[in-house]
């Protein structure tokens, strides 16, 4: 077994995270280039440093977890989501239940409450957001950020939900209040649910098509009938219903059935 194959194996028994379930190539190159910067020439080495340096190990999980994100990202697909699907799903629904997998440090999760707002009172709206990263989490519930990851936000959202201090901005409690953060591996834990709306975007690509697949299936028995799946630039599904799901809009899909 190479070396880092056994790296594989213990960070699966540490830290519950199966790398085997992330593209190859892409994961070896991002921990080998981190491994090295801080000073580690094997595997080994790094993986005892993990075990005892927290700080390093919260890196660690924010590299294989890539943290990248903004408010309303891909603007045009929100003005979609809000234009084309909602108003159907939300149709006769007093309450919306939404899940923002993969959550990041939580500008999709905000952006959505802020979408749901023109539709509902903000004490109507509840939108679970999860990821494997405690750092994001952590970051997301403190809802302070920069002015470039406000740069697709429209201005009446502005102004009505961020307060301005300094070059940052700082995010509303009344929306705070719409969102609970929860830790959660989307390669183990269970997808609870069911969901009206499973928002999950730019994460998939660093997996295998067979986790993939998987992960696909997981989020369909999740959702509600008529439940939507709203995915990233790089993950359309281009057998739809093999996961038992319909397109209704270029990255927007339906649950097949009742």
Avoid at 18 to 24: F, G, Q, S, T
Avoid at 233 to 239: G, P
Wanted: some cysteine; glycine content about 4%; charged content about 30%.
């Amino acid at each position: 077994m190479s070396e880092y194959q056994s790296f594989i194996k213990w960070i699966y028994k540490d830290i519950g995270v199966d790398l085997n379930l992330y593209k190859e190539k892409q994961m070896k190159r991002r921990l080998t280039s981190l491994r090295d910067r801080r000073g580690f020439n094997n595997f080994k080495d790094y993986y005892d440093a993990l075990n005892n340096d927290d700080a390093l190990r919260q890196e660690f999980l924010s590299r294989i977890t890539i943290n990248v994100s903004q408010f309303y990202r891909n603007y045009k697909r929100w003005d979609i989501l809000k234009n084309d699907i909602l108003p159907d799903l939300l149709k006769s629904k007093a309450q919306v239940k939404v899940w923002s997998a993969a959550c990041s440090t939580g500008e999709e999760p905000y952006t959505m409450a802020m979408l749901l707002s023109d539709f509902y009172d903000l004490d109507q709206i509840s939108i679970l957001a999860t990821d494997i990263d405690d750092g994001a989490i952590e970051q997301a519930k403190v809802g302070v950020y920069s002015e470039k990851s406000l740069s697709e936000v429209p201005q009446n959202k502005i102004e009505r939900f961020f307060t301005k201090e300094g070059s940052t901005y700082i995010m509303s409690d009344e929306i705070k209040k719409t969102v609970t953060f929860k830790k959660h591996n989307l390669l183990a834990d269970d997808y609870g649910g069911p969901y009206d709306l499973i928002v999950c975007r730019n994460v998939l690509i660093y997996f295998t098509e067979d986790a993939k697949r998987k992960v696909y299936q997981k989020f369909n028995e999740a959702l509600t009938p008529q439940g939507i799946l709203f995915v990233g630039s790089t993950e359309q599904l281009f057998r739809p219903q093999e996961n038992n799901y319909e397109p209704v809009h270029t990255f927007f899909y339906k649950k097949m059935g009742h």
